[in-house]
């Protein structure tokens, strides 16, 4: 069953208010490569290539199409490790990425993808659909969304509004992870892109993302009505008098004490 007639219309709702420049996507996990639907991109088959998964994502976000994708898709291996797509997730600890690319010691690399580690999907899979949230094709598990940082701090704002925090842990590797972790416990987390996904994925500089349980969009929907006159977006200016410096004579009281001295 796919996103229901209301769910859509709220996809658009948060796109509109927050102008979002992309589809917000869902992500949804299978153990069965039938569900992958007949209209899905796969990139490997379609196009003759292997992306990375956050490649895929944000061809997803851009084009609004849904991306089948397996192992027999995936260029990154670390990406496909976190997805629990790689046999011997433990490859990404073995590959000597930590040191010196990560890491200035071996031991401090060793930290971080440790870290990465735990966050492998719980759950075994064959394949990941992302699909447009416009034109969904499956229902998701896990909605992402990318934005500027106050686009994506309202949503977060409109999370608070309900009196919860929003925790998120920069590791500087492997950002897709933030997914299988959002799954994996059940709550939202947002994402500052590591360098992977600036790279291989085409994130641009100005953007960071978020990803929750699709459960919370009902949420997050009311959450950012409530908040909208506190956190408009685009932020409206402050109505006050502007100030410039005294050397420079434009304002209403140059003037004024001008004409003053002219009738004098």
Request: positive net charge; proline residues 6%; aromatic residues 12%.
């Amino acid at each position: 069953m796919v996103l229901h007639v209301m769910q859509i219309e709220n996809i658009k709702f948060l796109k509109n208010s927050l102008a979002l420049h992309t589809y917000p996507v869902g992500i949804r996990f299978s153990n069965d490569l039938n569900e992958i639907p007949e209209k899905a991109r796969r990139p490997y088959r379609d196009f003759k290539q292997k992306w990375a998964v956050c490649q895929a994502i944000n061809i997803s976000r851009y084009y609004g199409f849904t991306v089948g994708y397996t192992l027999e898709d995936a260029y990154c291996m670390v990406g496909a490790a976190v997805f629990n797509l790689l046999e011997k997730p433990e490859y990404i600890v073995e590959a000597g990425l930590e040191y010196p690319f990560h890491a200035r010691s071996l031991n401090e690399g060793r930290k971080l993808f440790e870290r990465v580690l735990g966050r492998i999907l719980k759950t075994n899979i064959k394949a990941i659909i992302i699909t447009s949230l416009l034109n969904p094709l499956v229902d998701p598990q896990i909605i992402v969304i990318y934005g500027s940082p106050i686009q994506i701090g309202k949503i977060i704002k409109a999370v608070t509004y309900y009196g919860e925090t929003v925790r998120s842990e920069f590791i500087g590797v492997s950002s897709c992870s933030a997914i299988p972790l959002a799954y994996n416990e059940d709550r939202m987390t947002f994402v500052i892109p590591c360098a992977g996904e600036r790279i291989l994925g085409g994130t641009e500089e100005n953007e960071i993302w978020i990803a929750f349980p699709a459960g919370l969009l009902d949420k997050i929907i009311e959450g950012l009505k409530g908040i909208e006159w506190i956190y408009p977006y685009p932020m409206r200016p402050l109505i006050y008098e502007p100030m410039v410096p005294k050397k420079y004579r434009i304002t209403y009281k140059d003037y004024q004490e001008w004409l003053k001295r002219s009738t004098n």
